[in-house]
């Protein structure tokens, strides 16, 4: 066989692995609490202003020390439309002024679906998000764009799920509680990137 056709064969063997390595992979975040990690992949591609700004917390150590503080449940939510979510984040405590409100990316923007394991922020008004995020028990389709948990109708922003832990999360947000209050919270000991 002739030299140049001979490299041209392992040239057509060798592109699809060097486009297999060339390809990112979404930054993968872990959870660390008491009970056992949460693993969660961030859609930075799919919601690069909401997953950015999460990761960006992650290496700025805003969640270390924080919790998982609220559970809703059918039990124990008062809007007709219900839902299941663990929240966590720093309980909307607003010591740290240098964390903005980001822009609202809806799942119409996205394309990132409420389902089981998906995580979101929470929000007041759309553009509202800083802090505190959710994570789905179950589908929720109601929080998705057009969904009818808030009057709005922009829904919130998704923009990840978790991989490993989800026994865990169920297991956070079936505890104890005072109403949507966990008593005692779910200490967050640290939040890495991995």
Not at 11 to 18: E, G, T
Not at 40 to 63: C, Q, R, S, W
Not at 71 to 76: G, P
């Amino acid at each position: 066989m002739k030299r140049p056709i001979r490299i041209f064969l392992c040239a057509l063997v060798l592109i699809p692995f060097i486009g297999i390595s060339c390809q990112k992979k979404n930054p993968v975040i872990e959870i660390q609490t008491p009970k056992g990690n949460i693993i969660i992949e961030l859609y930075i591609a799919k919601a690069p202003v909401t997953a950015g700004n999460f990761l960006k917390m992650v290496k700025d150590h805003v969640l270390d020390g924080r919790s998982f503080y609220r559970t809703v449940r059918s039990v124990n939510d008062t809007n007709p439309v219900k839902i299941s979510v663990l929240q966590g984040g720093t309980q909307g405590k607003d010591s740290l002024p240098d964390i903005k409100p980001i822009e609202h990316e809806t799942t119409k923007m996205t394309g990132i679906k409420h389902l089981d394991g998906v995580i979101s922020m929470a929000r007041t008004t759309p553009g509202s998000a800083r802090t505190e995020f959710f994570i789905c028990i179950g589908d929720q389709p109601e929080l998705d764009f057009g969904g009818r948990r808030n009057p709005d109708g922009q829904g919130f922003a998704a923009f990840g799920k978790v991989i490993e832990g989800m026994t865990l999360v169920q297991e956070i947000w079936q505890g104890p509680a005072a109403g949507q209050k966990i008593d005692p919270p779910m200490r967050i000991h640290k939040v890495v990137v991995r």
